[in-house]
Structures are given as C-alpha cells and as structure tokens.
C-alpha cells in the first residue's frame, strides 16, 4: 500500500519559517519525481517545487528564493523549507510522487501565514 504523508504545517506569523516532510511508504522512492503543491482557498492547485531522481530541481516564480525543496533517498522523504512566509502562502500543501503516468498523493498539510 502506498503512503505518503505528510507533517509539519501550521500557523506561523509574516516573515516566518515552517518545514514540512513527506514520508513515503510502498514505493520504490529513487525511482519517483517528487513535488511539493499547494491549493489555497477558492483557488486550484498549483505546483510549488519539485525534485527529480537526479536532483534537478524547479521551483514557482512566487517561491523563488525562499523555499528550498530537498530529498533524502534513505528516509524515503521530501522535504520543503519556507522562509519569509507571507500570508498568500497559505493554503494546504501537498506532497506528490510521479514516475511516467504513475502518481500519488498524500493528503495534505496545512499551512497559515497569519499575524
């Protein structure tokens, strides 16, 4: 059974940081790009940064320079540091694995930028 879950959101003020992991389980990790998206109120879904099997990374204009995604092979998880949050930062953040036509979600952490 795949999993893939998700930790670490949370209320914090402008100008904070948060971390957030995802942990997979059931899937060969190595094989999987893994990506970070986000879904605000009343907005769709958007991709945030994502990571491949090689370590190419690509990130959203809007994260530019304050997010930092990052993988760690032998923990099976997805990291993604935000720095200098801003309230259009929150949303639900998502975790996701893709290989080919193959992906999978977790179910999402919640992330507030509020003073």
């Known amino acids: 059974q795949v999993q893939l879950v998700e930790s670490g959101g949370g209320v914090v003020q402008p100008g904070g940081s948060l971390r957030l992991s995802c942990v997979t389980s059931?899937?060969?990790?190595?094989?999987?790009?893994m990506a970070w998206h986000r879904q605000a109120p009343g907005k769709q879904r958007e991709l945030v940064a994502d990571i491949t099997t090689d370590g190419r990374i690509n990130y959203a204009d809007s994260v530019k320079g304050r997010f930092l995604i990052s993988r760690n092979t032998a923990a099976n998880t997805v990291y993604l540091q935000m720095n200098s949050l801003q309230p259009e930062d929150t949303a639900d953040y998502y975790c996701?694995?893709?290989?080919?036509?193959?992906?999978?979600w977790g179910q999402g952490t919640q992330v507030t930028v509020s003073s």
């Open positions: 996701k694995a893709a290989r080919r036509y193959t992906y999978y």
């Open positions: 059931g899937i060969n990790f190595s094989l999987y790009t």
